[in-house]
């Protein structure tokens, strides 16, 4: 399986990103001046596309990928707003969840496992 796209048969989208889980959970140290210089991005994590722009209408959401948004140095790009909706882990090659990090789940089956963890710890 090596060489090929880690999510090989999954739907995604063309301006989606995906989420490194090691570095989501351990964050890899930069000097700032390294990358100060670097194109700048936006990009909006949620579970899904859905729950991302809940509540927006077509012109809203088509905003938060215009390239008004960007810098001077993002006129070339095609997009400028990317979604991430997942991780992937690099050494098994799989889907995983966005780390909490990332993205904070706000529905009822979270927060019971939330519970359940806090109740269960000595």
């Known amino acids: 399986m090596r060489g090929k796209f880690p ?8 301006n989606e990103v995906f989420a490194d889980d ?7 140290s930069v000097f700032r001046e390294w990358i ?3 194109p700048r991005r936006i990009v909006y994590f949620g579970t899904s596309t859905a ?3 809940r509540g927006l209408g077509i012109d ?17 790009c ?8 997942r991780g992937f ?3 098994t090659r799989t889907p995983k969840r966005l780390t909490e990090r990332l993205h904070r789940q706000t529905n009822a089956a979270a927060k019971a ?4 963890n806090t109740n269960q710890k000595p």
Do not use: M
Not at 78 to 85: A, K, N
């Open 51 to 53: 729950t991302i722009f």
């Open 36 to 38: 100060w210089d670097l």
């Open 113 to 116: 496992r939330a519970n359940k």
């Open 89 to 91: 882990d690099r050494r």
């Open 7 to 14: 999510l090989n048969g999954t739907y995604f989208q063309v």
């Open 60 to 76: 809203d959401i088509q905003y938060c990928f215009q390239k008004d948004l960007a810098d001077e140095f993002c006129r070339l």
């Open 78 to 85: 095609r997009f400028v707003g990317f979604i991430c909706v």
């Open 22 to 28: 090691e570095s989501s959970k351990n964050p890899i």
